[in-house]
C-alpha cells in the first residue's frame, strides 16, 4: 500500500528522466541520415555504434577536450568556493541573527530572481561595459588606472556571473539546514567551556554539513550545464565551458552524435560527484546521530 | 603521452569496433549531388510529387505557413499580403538549416513557404520535402538577377527562386578604424578584446583561408582545413578573439570595433545605434578581388503545402521589386533583384555612402566565391577543426 505513494514519483523519474536519458544515449549511439545528414537515433541497443562515444572519450582524455574540461572543472569550483565565502555567512546570518527579519531578509536576497534571468544579465553586460557604470566607478574610486575589459574573454567574469546566477541555490537549502540546529546544543557547547568560536567550529559547522553538501550539489550540478551564462559575458575561446561544446554540437552542425556523447559523459561525471554526495551525507548523517 | 594514459586511450579506441552494424549507414560519401558553379545541376524529379497544373485560383481562407528565421521577412508584407487573399499568415521560426529540416520532417507538419539556403536545396529535392514550382505563376522571377534565374545548385529553378544576397566581410567603427582595411582588420591588436568572428564553422574557417590567399574555401583535404584552424587559433591569443552574429548591434554600440560579418548586419546595425550617433561611425569592408564570399538565400514551396497556390503567389509577391524594397526596409538584407543597386540604396537613403559596399551586385557575386555543400566526411572535419578552435586550442 505505502509504495503505491512512490508510483508518482517513480513514473515521473521514468517519464522525465530514464527516457530522454535513454533518447540522448540513442542519438549517441546511433547514426547518420545519408541524405539529410541529420541524427537518426538507434533504439535497439544491439546496434548500437560507439564510435563518436569513443572519439569524444579520447579528446577528453587526451585531447581538446581534455582542457575544457579542466577548465569547467576549475571555474566551478572557484564559483562553488565563492558561493561559500559568500552565501554561508549569509545564512548563517540570517537564521542565527535576523530575529524577526529574518522573512524580509530572506524576500530580499531572492528579490533579483523575481526578473527575467536574461533581462537580469543583459542589464549587467550594460553595467561591465568599458565605459560602464562598474568602470566608472573603480575609476574614480582609483582601483585600477584603466577600464577592466569585463566582457572581453575574462574568466572573473565568467566564474562571477556562474556565482551571480546560482547563489539563492546555495543559500535557501544551506538556511534551511542552520535554521533547524538546536540552539540548545550551541548553549551546551558553551556551557562546557567552548568559545563562540569554538561552538562554530565543533557544533554548527558539523551539524550543517549535510546541508552544505546539498546546497553545494543543487549549485555545482547546473553549473556545469549551464552555457548561456558564458555566452552572453564572454563568447570566447579562451572560456570555453564544457556545456558550450554541449551547445555547439547539438544546436548547429551535423555531429549531433558527439553532442549527445558529451552529454552522457558530463552525466557520467555528475553522477560520480552525485555518489560522492550521496556517500558523504550519509556520513554525516551518521556522525550526527 | 605518458604510458597509462597511451593504454587507456588505445582501450577507448579499441570501443570503436564495438557495436553491430545495420545496413543503410551512411559511409561519409553525399547522398546529394554536390553541385558547383562551373558544374551545376538539375535536381531530381519525382512521380509522385508533381507540380501543380497551370491556371488555378489561389486558396482561401485559412492559415497560410511559413517557415523561416526569425525577422527574416517583414511582417507588413506578410500581412498585407494575408489581407488581400483572405488568408492569415503564421510564421514559424527555425535558427539553423538542420532545425528547419527537422520541423519539415516531422510526421503531420505542414508548410506553404520555406526560406531555405542553397546549399540545403538539394538535400530537400531527394529526400523529397520540396514541390517543383510551376513557373507559370512566377512571372517576376525575371526581375532576379540573370544569373540566379536558373542557378547552378537548382538549375531551371525547379524547387527554388532567390530570395536575399548578402556578402560576408569585415564591418568596423569608421570612427574608430581609419587604415589597414582588409581581413587583417581582425588580426591587428589594436583593436584585441573588441574583435568578432561570425560564429559559424565554414564562414569562420573560410575567412582564415581567404585571409592568407587561400581560395579552396570548400577543400575536402583535411590537412588544408586543419591549416586554416591553425591560422584561426593565432586570433586567441592575439586578439582574445569572440564569436557572435548580432554584429548589428555589437559594433552599433561599440562593444565590436571589427566584427567579421554578413553586409546585412552592418545595414541594420543603422537601426541600433544608440540615440544621438550618426550612422557615419558604421562601416563595411569587403575585398575588390575574387577573395570574398557571397551568399543567396532562397525560397521554396515545402511537398507539404496545404496551399501551394498561393504560396506559389506570396513567392511572386516577394520578387516584385517595390515590395522587395519594402521587405528590405525590414530585414536589412537585400534582394537580388536587378532594380536594387548601390546607388538607388543611397540615393534612397536606405544605405550611407560609407556602406555602399555592403550592397552586392551581379558583378561582386560573379567574383567572389561561395560557401557550397560538401560531403559529410569533410563536413565533420570542417565541423571539428572549428569546434577545436571554439574550446580554444
Known sequence: ?289 | MDRRRFLLVSALAATAACGGERPGRSTGSSAVPLTRTDSPGALPLHDDIPQIADGLSPESGGVLKILNYPEYVSPDVLKAFGKTHGVEVEVTTFNTMEDAISKLRTPGASFDVWFPTPDVIGKAAVGKLLQPLNKTYLGNLANAWPQLQSPFYDEGSRYSVPYCAYTSGVGYRADEVTAGFGYGLLWDPAYKGKAYLIDDHREGLALAMLKNGSREINTEDPAKIRQAGTWLSELVPLMNIKTGIAAYQLVAEGQATVHHCWSGDMINAQSYLPKGVDADVLGYWYPSDDLGVVGTDSLAVPASATKPVLAHLLLNHLLDPAVAQENFSFTGYQPALSAITPEKMVTDEFVTEALKSAIVTPDVYARSRQIFQISPAAEAVWLDTWSRFKAGQ
Open chain 1, 1 to 289: 500500500m505505502w509504495a503505491l505513494f512512490a508510483a508518482p514519483g517513480t513514473l515521473w523519474l521514468v517519464l522525465l528522466f530514464a527516457v530522454p536519458f535513454y533518447a540522448v544515449a540513442a542519438v549517441a549511439f546511433g547514426y547518420t541520415d545519408p541524405v539529410f545528414n541529420a541524427p537518426v537515433p538507434e533504439w535497439d541497443p544491439r546496434y548500437w555504434d560507439f564510435t563518436a562515444f569513443s572519439e569524444i572519450l579520447t579528446r577528453s582524455v587526451a585531447g581538446d577536450l581534455r582542457p575544457v574540461f579542466l577548465r569547467t572543472l576549475l571555474y566551478v569550483a572557484l564559483a562553488l568556493g565563492l558561493c561559500v565565502a559568500i552565501g554561508y555567512p549569509v545564512a548563517y546570518y540570517v537564521s542565527r541573527h535576523a530575529g524577526r527579519h529574518r522573512a524580509l531578509l530572506l524576500g530580499l536576497i531572492l528579490a533579483p530572481w523575481w526578473v527575467n534571468y536574461l533581462t537580469r544579465m543583459l542589464a549587467w553586460l550594460n553595467l561591465l561595459q568599458d565605459d560602464g557604470y562598474v568602470n566608472d566607478l573603480l575609476l574614480f574610486t582609483r582601483i585600477v588606472d584603466e577600464p577592466v575589459r569585463w566582457l572581453s574573454g575574462n574568466p572573473v567574469t565568467v566564474v562571477l556571473a556562474l556565482v551571480y546566477g546560482y547563489i539563492p541555490f546555495f543559500i535557501v537549502p544551506l538556511f534551511s539546514t542552520l535554521d533547524r540546529i538546536d540552539p540548545l546544543l550551541l548553549e551546551a557547547a558553551r556551557d562546557l567551556g567552548c568559545s563562540g568560536r569554538g561552538a562554530f567550529w565543533h557544533v554548527t559547522l558539523p551539524l550543517s554539513r549535510p546541508g552544505l553538501l546539498t546546497a553545494s550539489a543543487i549549485t555545482a550540478l547546473p553549473m556545469f550545464g549551464d552555457y548561456y551564462t558564458n555566452t552572453l559575458v564572454s563568447g570566447s575561446p579562451t572560456t570555453t565551458m564544457i556545456a558550450n561544446q554541449i551547445e555547439f554540437y547539438l544546436l548547429g552542425g551535423t555531429r549531433k552524435e558527439l553532442g549527445a556523447s558529451l552529454v552522457l559523459l558530463l552525466s557520467a561525471l555528475l553522477m560520480m560527484l552525485m555518489v560522492y554526495y550521496l556517500i558523504s551525507n550519509r556520513r554525516a548523517e551518521e556522525e550526527m546521530s
